[in-house]
C-alpha cells in the first residue's frame, strides 16, 4: 500500500534551515504541502535561495509565534498539518548572557504555549523539535542521549528546558514528539555572522575575519542538506518519543574550518584572519554520538566538507552584490 502524501508544517521557516528542509521535503517527501512559518516577511532572494518559487505545494506565512499563537492555530486548523516541524528559536549562545529572558519567551515559554495548543488537537501525527548539541558542554567524548545535561549559556539552557517538557509530555500525556539535537549546520542562505558564511565573505572582500581564541574551540559541523534529510528520516522512519543527535563522527576546530575556506577560496590563511579573545561561554568542544539516529532512522552524514563548501561559496560569490552590503554581526530581535 503506497504512503500517503503529507502535510508539513516547517516553523523557522524563513531562516536557512528551514529553507533546505521545506526544499528537501518539496523534492524527496512526495509532500501534499510544505507550509513554511517564520517571524518576517521573505528576505531577500539570496536568503531565500528561491525554495518553493512556482511549487503550488508550497506557501509562507510571517507569523510571530510570540505573539501570534492564535493566528498560526487558525491557520493549522485549517491546514491540518500531519508533521509539525519546530526550527524556530532565538539563537546565539554568547548574546544570551545578557538579556536571557528573550531566549526563554521564544526557546521554553511561547513554544510550551504552542504545544498546549496542539495537544488539545488531533490531527497531527508528529512533533519534531529541533534542539542543539549546546546543552551537554564542552566534552571529551561523543555525548549520547541520556548524558547529563550541563549548559553553558542561557541559549542552551532555555532550549534544554523546552526538551524536558516535552519528554514530560511524551511520558506522561503521550505527545507524539521527536527531538533531534544536531550539530552545527551550515550552507547557502545562511546569516552572515555565522562563521563559515562570514569567513567567506571577507575572504572575498579582503577583510580580516577576528578568530575568537586562536579557533581553538572543536565544534562538529553537518551541511544544511544532511540536517534536513536527518528531520525527513526521523519523520519517518523514529520511534516517537525518542531524542536523537545528528553530527558527524568527529569535530573540527574553527581554525580548521577557516583554513578550509581559505583552501576553498584559493587565498592565503594568514590574510583571512587574526586572533581575537574568547567568548564568553565558549565550549571547548561539541562532539555528538549519533549512533541511535542511524540505527533508527539510517541517518549519518553525506556531504562531504569539501563539496559543503564549495557549495557555500558558490552561494556568496553568486549574490556578493546583495551580501557584501549587508552586516556581519549579530543583532538580538524579539
Known amino acids: 500500500m503506497p504512503k500517503k502524501s503529507k502535510k508539513y508544517v516547517v516553523l523557522g521557516g524563513g531562516g536557512s534551515f528551514g529553507l533546505h528542509t521545506s526544499k528537501y521535503l518539496l523534492e524527496n517527501a512526495d509532500a501534499e504541502k510544505v507550509i513554511s512559518i ?4 521573505p528576505k531577500q532572494r539570496a536568503f531565500t535561495m528561491g525554495v518553493g518559487e512556482g511549487d503550488k505545494r508550497y506557501s509562507y506565512h510571517p507569523i510571530h509565534i510570540n505573539y501570534e499563537l492564535d493566528i498560526l492555530m487558525e491557520l493549522l486548523d485549517k491546514e491540518k498539518p500531519d508533521v ?3 526550527i524556530a528559536a532565538q539563537g546565539e549562545g554568547a548574546a544570551s548572557f545578557t538579556k536571557s529572558w ?3 519567551d521564544t526557546n521554553c515559554t511561547a513554544l510550551s504555549k504552542f504545544a498546549e495548543e496542539l495537544m488539545a488537537r488531533d490531527y497531527m501525527e508528529r512533533f519534531i523539535q529541533i534542539g542543539t548539541s549546546e546543552l551537554y558542554g564542552s566534552v571529551h567524548t561523543p555525548s549520547k542521549e541520556t548524558d547529563p545535561i550541563v549548559p553553558s549559556s542561557p541559549y542552551a539552557a532555555s532550549k534544554a528546558a523546552f526538551d524536558m517538557y516535552l519528554i514530560t509530555m511524551a511520558r506522561f500525556k503521550k505527545f507524539p514528539m521527536n527531538i533531534i539535537r544536531p550539530s552545527n549546520a551550515y550552507g547557502s542562505g545562511q546569516q552572515l555572522h555565522r562563521v563559515i558564511p562570514k569567513a567567506i565573505l571577507f575572504g572575498l572582500t579582503g577583510q580580516v575575519l577576528p578568530l575568537h581564541g586562536g579557533g581553538a574551540a572543536e565544534k562538529s559541523y553537518i551541511h544544511s542538506r544532511d540536517f534536513a534529510r536527518a528531520i525527513y528520516l526521523v519523520s519517518e522512519n523514529a520511534p516517537l518519543g525518542t531524542v536523537y543527535n545528528a553530527g558527524p563522527k568527529e569535530p573540527t576546530s574553527i581554525r580548521r574550518v577557516v583554513e578550509m575556506v581559505a583552501e576553498t ?8 584572519c587574526q586572533v581575537s579573545g574568547e567568548r564568553l561561554g565558549q565550549d571547548g568542544r561539541y562532539w555528538l554520538d549519533s549512533t ?7 541517518w549519518e552524514p553525506q556531504v562531504t566538507w569539501e563539496e ?3 557549495e557555500t561559496a558558490d552561494w556568496v560569490k553568486a549574490n556578493f552584490d546583495e551580501l557584501s552590503g549587508l552586516p556581519t554581526e549579530f543583532r538580538l530581535r524579539a
Open 38 to 41: 517564520g517571524r518576517n516577511p
Open 84 to 86: 509539525i516541524i519546530n
Open 102 to 104: 528573550r531566549f526563554f
Open 265 to 272: 577560496l584559493g587565498i592565503p590563511f594568514e590574510k583571512l
Open 292 to 298: 541511535a539516529i542511524k540505527n533508527d532512522a539510517g
Open 308 to 310: 559543503g563548501l564549495k
